[in-house]
């Protein structure tokens, strides 16, 4: 296994708070890591990567060998065994396929530590080590269809070579995650304590957020009709590595939320993530919305791998799962906001209202565009 690094571009969507950099081998946890993964003690460079909301993740590089370390959220994860052991099932999984010539791209990997474990306490914390995958780069915006396709069918790719996987296998690392009825039942509960004293500053989000609930019943009327799968459960762009070289898929990473799930969830992520020319956390209103050339590019690109796996049913799910993750996106934020941001990273107090009312506009705006958006599915 080669961990060599060819490119410092910006590798993987994975969160740090601060972008300054160690290196220095005098520095402790730089220090403990690498020698933990068996990368040495000379020339140790440490440097926060990525864009992600949860973990802090840095490029570890020591010897000219290099690894992603992350530090995880216990708060987020409080059981890191069980979220090590269910990546480790679809890495099992989807390396069988690529040894039969069923999945092309890249599979990234838990690295063990010296003495074959995969956590390491340090620094008051838990640690992991990921093979890095180099010659690769990530995008936080979509910059045109084709783009927007490559991503989509190496996500439909990813589906269809777990199609085979029981989704009952892996552990629920996160209960209720894309449970909509249990996040109206927690913002309910925010806005009545109100902690912090935001509620006033953001009352029409809240108005809003509460008139849009009967999306809570439609989802309760699929329950039965379209089948649970191993899901990504968090099919952002910038989940998706292209290669450097080719501008082809290269890999779908970060499988922490991988989960029993329905396929209209992780159709709707893309959605969410694909179809606005402003990132998520974008002030700019006016330009948020959905691009209707991205979303059927989209479409056509997740569908054709699943042509001979996905039910009628599940394709015309997927109209819910585009309202639903954008919605519930934005009502996450919200309620991080209102409860004292507890659980989103923010670079500042405003932060996670800013990504509400950002994902709230581009709710408004897939709404707006409704009869276009679902003939483009019904054409597929």
Sequence with gaps: MSYVMDELSPILPFSGRDNSEISMKSNPVALHLSESFGLG???????????????????????????????????????PEMLVKNARLIETHLSQKHQLGEYDLDIIRHVPTQSQQFLVDCDNGVW?????????????VVKNTSQAEIAANAFGQFAVALGDFNAEQLYHVIPDFHNLAMRAQTLKAVI???????LARCQAEVDFCLSQFGLINELKDLQGVVPVRPCHNDTKINNMLFCNKSHTAKAVIDLDTCMPGYWLYDFGD????????????STNLENVGVREEIFAALVKGYVEPLKDLITEQEKQSFWLGTKVMTFMIGLRFLTDYLDGDNYFAIKHAEHNLERAQNQFALYRDILAKKHTLKAILSDV
């Design 192 to 198: 009545a304590k109100n902690p912090v004293d935001r």
């Design 270 to 281: 893309m959605v969410r993530t694909f179809c606005s020319p402003e990132e998520e956390d």
């Design 128 to 140: 992991r080590a990921l093979e890095f995958i180099g010659g690769s780069y990530s995008e936080d």
């Design 41 to 79: 003690s000379e020339r140790i460079s440490m440097k926060p990567i990525g864009n992600g909301h949860i973990n802090s993740t840095m490029l570890l590089t020591a010897n000219e060998k290099s690894l992603v370390v992350q530090k995880l959220n216990t708060e987020v994860f409080p059981e």
